[in-house]
């Protein structure tokens, strides 16, 4: 009878138009694109949200009253910029609050960076510069859990979803993020934060909004990305780091789906256990693409519209940025330009990272003299973070830094064993060398080698090496069985019994490239166990000081490692950086 009643109010609602149109757009992952000039290369922008601004009016002037912008977040990193108002400039109004007040965004999700910027970013200071709610139903407050500690019971810590009306429909916004935060980002970045699988999250949110709600459009907003089979995945996995095809295939009530978080590029559609198809789009990175879903309304006789869409990814390259856009945020270009542009010391000769892929480096190593010195290890552990990056001869400026190191990591000091050491490399150089069977064999680990665009089978972030400790890389024996260790850096004799203070970023101390769980196996009660502190800033901030204090800045090899046999080594690894360097022109 309720149902009833409730379809005869609808066809009774005479506000409600017989047909209508409605244009949904949005931005994902921009990583600090904002100001139509890439700071950390000097140069201006292929694309920014400068050249969104320009599509944007135009879009707005075409459909007047009939448009919503949004943003499925990762906002908070990725240029100096967003660094510099994240933690140096701290009084005047964010950057991004700024840019995005003036585009007019009508809601924006939260992604895993914007996490990364720390409880002082995120929850204290920015939320209340945006005149735009930020949505994430799966980020719960541990602080209203209840006593079993079931995440059901806890509220979000940001908004969950957020209403609109448009030529007097109801259009309902449901955010969510990837629920993997835990693998990436150390605790102390979300100390009062649980995430919860974003399916569970939808079985609670959706029939709550269509019961208080009754939308006609119902969109997911969720930073995670399309490829719901990463990490060995499928439809039914928990807490899976793509979950957003899982959701609204298996929650009926979702109309249109806007992704991100993998920075690739989809447009699709996809059909629930209902029958019902949903419009998915992935717009991509950078502001390059702008995603848009038009739909045509079409009332029907028990009061409910039959929607037709049509999804586009508009390049952004083809607008010009809007010259307005760029006078008014110049004042930010100049304050972070000074801030970057600031000297550090003198380099006697060029880094570049491109060496790190195929064995020690004076750029990587470098990073391993940061990080013994920043926590007075006597190991360090570093990734490949800039592989494609040269750092020229002569004044190093904060620029450069950007450049030589991009993520916002901490620094954990943790105790290992040689031994322990041995496993996390041997973990390390099974993703990023192959075996050679002969000199003619890869070097590198190729997923796809013979293609146009070949490809490495690991990204460059989850390579690794150390420093402090001497051993060699058999790439004729199989992975596991590789890494030989010879002795301390000094020449003493490593003590198999004794536990190392150890340096490793927390990007890998939190699991990324599950170094952590796989390599060593260890779980979350050992890891803690092991940890001794961690650093109040990040890796940048401590190479800025410890290159200020030494001046003058000789690049060099530590010698801690090599790899053997070293003819076989030479010539691959000058086949592959070849193919690599071909790609990448």
């Known amino acids: ?16 138009p017989v047909k209508t149109d409605l244009v949904v757009l949005y931005t994902t992952d921009v ?4 100001l139509g000039f890439d700071i950390k290369h000097n140069a201006p922008a292929r694309t920014s949200l400068a050249n969104v601004s320009t599509y944007l009016q135009k879009v707005r002037e075409e459909n007047p009253g009939r448009v919503l912008m949004f943003d499925t977040g990762d906002f908070l990193q990725g240029q100096p910029s967003m660094y510099y108002y994240n933690y140096i400039d701290t009084a005047t109004e964010h950057l991004a609050a700024a840019t995005y007040n003036y585009l007019g965004y009508d809601a924006i999700g939260v992604g895993n960076h914007d996490i990364e910027a720390g409880e002082a970013v995120y929850l204290n200071r920015l939320p209340q510069q945006f005149q735009m ?57 979300w100390p009062n934060l649980e995430f919860q699988d974003m399916v569970e999250c939808a079985e609670r949110w959706v029939p709550y909004i269509q019961e208080n709600e009754h939308p006609d459009l119902l969109i997911g907003l969720f930073h995670a990305g399309g490829d719901y089979t990463v990490n060995n995945s499928d439809l039914d996995s928990y807490m899976n780091e793509n979950g957003s095809i899982p959701a609204v295939t298996k929650v009926p009530g979702f109309d249109i789906c806007l992704l991100g978080h993998d920075h690739q590029e989809r447009d699709l559609r996809v059909v629930n256990i209902a029958g019902d198809t949903i419009a998915i789009l992935d717009a991509v990175t950078e502001a390059r693409k702008v995603g848009r879903i038009d739909i045509h309304f079409t009332r029907q006789q028990d009061g409910s519209y039959r929607k037709q869409t049509k999804t586009q990814l508009i390049d952004m390259a083809d607008y010009e940025p809007d010259s307005t856009y760029l006078q008014t945020f110049q004042p930010y270009v100049d304050a972070v330009n000074a801030y970057v542009d600031a000297p550090i010391c003198q380099l006697t000769a060029p880094l570049n990272g491109t060496d790190g892929l195929v064995g020690p480096s004076e750029f990587v190593d470098l990073i391993h003299e940061t990080q013994l010195w920043a926590t007075h290890a006597e190991i360090s552990l570093a990734s490949i973070l800039s592989p494609y990056e040269v750092v020229p001869e002569g004044e190093v400026t904060m620029r450069h830094l950007f450049s030589l190191y ?56 989850n390579y690794t090496s150390a420093a402090g400790i001497r051993y060699e890389v058999d790439v004729r024996k199989e992975a596991g069985k590789r890494v030989r260790l010879l002795s301390m850096s000094d020449g003493s004799p490593i003590d198999p019994d004794k536990r190392y203070r150890v340096a490793i970023n927390s990007y890998q101390y939190s699991g990324g490239g599950n170094f952590i769980p796989n390599g060593l196996g260890w779980n979350q009660e050992t890891l803690l166990s092991r940890t001794l502190d961690t650093t109040p800033v990040d890796v940048r901030r401590y190479m800025a000081r410890y290159l200020a204090e030494t001046k003058v800045v000789t690049p060099r090899l530590r010698g801690d490692w090599k790899v053997i046999p070293e003819a076989r080594w030479k010539a691959a690894k000058e086949r592959d950086l070849k193919l690599l360097q071909a790609n990448q022109r």
């Not at 009878?1 to 409600?16: E, G, H, I, P, W």
């Not at 019971?153 to 449901?174: C, D, T, W």
Request: charged fraction near 20%.
């Open 1 to 16: 009878m309720l149902t009833a009643v409730t379809l005869l109010v609808a066809c009774q609602d005479n506000t409600k």
């Open 31 to 34: 990583h600090g694109a904002c």
């Open 133 to 189: 709610p930020w949505l994430c139903a799966n980020a719960i407050d541990t602080r209203t859990l209840g006593p079993d500690g079931d995440l059901k019971s806890g509220e979000p810590m940001f908004q969950p979803y957020a209403v609109y009306e448009r030529n007097h429909l109801k259009i309902a916004v449901l955010g969510m993020i990837t629920p993997h935060i835990a693998a990436w980002l150390p605790k102390s970045l």
């Open 406 to 461: 991009k993520y916002e990591n901490q620094l954990f000091s943790i105790e290992m064993t040689a031994d322990e050491v041995r496993r996390y490399l041997e973990y390390g150089f099974s993703m990023q060398f192959a075996t050679m069977h002969s000199a003619a064999d890869h070097l590198l680990l190729f997923a796809n080698d013979t293609a146009a665009k070949p490809r490495l089978q690991t990204p460059t972030f």
